[in-house]
């Protein structure tokens, strides 16, 4: 039995291509032109290569090995990291999506979350490092002034220099508006403008990459409070702080020690400490928040990403062991197996024992319709910010908007736990390191954890996405009920037996369609008078709306699956597409009923 990483670059392709019919998204953008599916099936298969050869062997051996602080303030990552990290800019991929105006390659975010699936499933740690990049690529090109962004923005697109993104403190996490970190002009009579020079001092914890031996110098971005400024989120200046100055000094951000964490035990976990830094001002003063939602957006795609590559990870491993590992003899055995025989004798795969098999059907199911949720807001995310309709890109906007924290928040959830479920696959062998199924249990749980927790997911998807903007809702109820007229259309002109599964989808994408809308509806009537309600209920929303976008999902790909040449490969996925109508759809119900249906008074702790 193999832990090595395999890329699923088949199934991504399939997804790409005929499902989301992205080279047809691409032709209509002028800044894709040049991409295709030839291109973008050689992209994949570059990016799985590396995936699977260069960081995929480091994964196992860096979770035991872990990083190495030293009273200097400097950080030792595993062994092989830097190397592969240097491959990785040899080859260009830091600048993937980036504009080539900045030295980048300007090709679709769809790509670039496409080789953040194959890079998390081979090794979450060491893709920690480059997380961030694109994101800060984001905020200093759009906020920094031309002298800052001339010296910064190439070596970041490059890869060259790393970059963290300095929020949390020792008393403020998810509330930023209690950060104490001070910045203070360095010229008490110049303007205090962006640009503006500034010291740093204060404490950060929690900074991923905040020291390593992988790049030369780091860029820090940290929210700061100006002297006078208003009081919590409000006040924060976003200020950009590299560890090594222009003129070859060592400037005063320091790693104060690394977290011994439960996962991602190769990626470096700092506690800094800002000492007088120098720094300088990126934006608008006292609009930091503002500017770091740049990298935090773009950070929370990537985090719902890691959810993806885990489970397509941890699903692997199980279901090849459920193929290899014999024991007892199955109640049934498939067709065809030659088994199924009074004088046959067991034992059998435990992949034919019906518990499993459920399992396993539970897992691939949940891989295959997340990845076309993840893809879909990646496609909506290029076509946001390139379609050359104003109105398209505005209404996308919308759209990504929406799906963001669910994408965050719903395939984190069900990455962690597809990779418990996975662990008991393989009983007690799941338990211990050499299979690689606990460490993607323990790696995957930090990505419900950061970037916002899901249940701030939920409130904001509720609250500030749903409630307070009916209009992003209106446009997801428009998309569902578009496919279902599609999948009515196609029965139309299918033979029969198709006809009939289509018009099936279709009606229960009206059906999960008309729920939300009513279970939102009932939200919005009762907020009025219990305004705690949608805070109570947001994470049964949020999971609740994932499945209804599964829902919309495996439609997607038993619609694509008709047009499947390979008779296994269709079959497989028809066979994926019932499972998830039938046992994990019914399954998830309960939250939109319990939101229909009122809930109770929340008693207080301890009463």
Not at 72 to 88: I, K, L, M
Request: hydrophobic content about 45%; proline content about 6%.
């Amino acid at each position: 039995m193999s832990t090595s990483y395999t890329p699923p670059l088949e199934r991504m392709r399939f997804v790409i291509e005929q499902v989301l019919d992205a080279p047809a998204s691409w032709r209509a953008m002028p800044d894709f032109a040049e991409v295709d599916a030839d291109l973008a099936r050689e992209v994949l298969a570059q990016a799985g290569r590396f995936a699977q050869d260069v960081i995929a062997p480091l994964n196992g051996p860096a979770d035991l090995q872990g990083c190495t602080w030293r009273p200097d303030g400097s950080v030792t990552t595993p062994d092989g990291f830097p190397a592969a990290w240097q491959a990785f800019v040899e080859g260009g991929w830091p600048a993937l999506p980036c504009a080539p105006a900045d030295g980048g390659q300007g090709l679709p975010q769809l790509l670039n979350a496409a080789l953040f699936e194959m890079l998390v499933g081979a090794n979450h740690a060491w893709t920690m490092y480059p997380g961030l990049l694109h994101g800060a690529c984001e905020a200093i090109g759009h906020h920094a002034v031309p002298a800052l962004r001339e010296r910064y923005l190439p070596k970041v697109v490059s890869g060259e220099w790393l970059a963290t993104m300095n929020l949390t403190e020792p008393q403020a996490g998810s509330d930023l508006g209690l950060s104490r970190t001070r910045c203070e002009p360095v010229d008490a009579a110049a303007p205090v403008v962006n640009g503006a020079a500034v010291t740093v001092t204060g404490q950060k914890i929690f900074i991923s990459g905040g020291d390593q031996d992988m790049t030369d110098n780091i860029v820090h971005l940290v929210l700061a409070r100006l002297p006078g400024a208003p009081d919590g989120t409000r006040g924060l200046t976003l200020v950009l702080v590299p560890k090594i100055l222009p003129d070859g000094r060592r400037n005063g951000a320091w790693c104060d020690g690394i977290e011994k964490k439960m996962g991602i035990k190769g990626s470096a976990t700092a506690q800094m400490r800002f000492e007088q830094a120098e720094g300088w001002i990126l934006g608008e003063p006292n609009a930091g928040l503002a500017a770091m939602f740049l990298m935090m957006n773009s950070a929370r795609l990537h985090v719902g990403m890691q959810g993806l590559g885990h489970l397509e990870a941890a699903t692997r491993i199980a279901s090849d062991y459920a193929q290899e590992r014999l024991q007892l003899r199955a109640p049934s055995r498939p067709a065809g197996s030659g088994a199924n025989t009074a004088a046959a004798r067991g034992p059998d795969p435990i992949a034919w024992h019906p518990a499993m098999r459920r399992i396993l059907l539970d897992l691939q199911t949940q891989t295959e319709g997340a990845r076309v949720i993840a893809y879909w807001t990646a496609l909506l995310l290029d076509e946001a910010e390139h379609h050359p309709d104003a109105a398209v890109r505005a209404q996308r906007h919308d759209l990504v908007a929406l799906l963001t924290p669910v994408v965050k928040a719903f395939l984190t959830h069900l990455g962690h736990h597809g990779a418990n479920a996975a662990l008991g696959v393989l009983g007690g062998h799941g338990y211990v390191h050499d299979w690689g199924i606990e460490q993607h249990v323990r790696d995957s749980r930090i990505a419900l954890i950061y970037e916002g927790t899901n249940e701030i997911q939920a409130i904001d998807l509720l609250m500030r996405k749903v409630l307070d903007r009916p209009g992003r809702l209106a446009l997801l109820l428009g998309v569902l009920r578009e496919e279902a007229d599609t999948l009515d259309a196609q029965a139309e002109a299918t033979t029969a037996g198709d006809a009939a599964g289509l018009a099936r989808w279709a009606a229960l994408l009206r059906e999960e369609a008309a729920t939300l809308e009513r279970a939102t509806a009932t939200l919005q009537r009762e907020r009025a008078t219990r305004p705690d309600l949608p805070f109570l209920v947001a994470d049964d929303y949020l999971q609740a709306l994932g499945h209804t976008l599964l829902a919309w999902a495996w439609a997607r790909l038993m619609r694509a699956s008709l047009g499947e040449a390979d008779a296994a490969r269709r079959q497989r996925l028809q066979a994926l597409c019932a499972h998830g109508r039938d046992w994990l759809l019914p399954a998830s119900r309960w939250r939109w009923t319990r939101i229909e249906s009122g809930v109770p008074e929340l008693a207080w702790p301890g009463l």
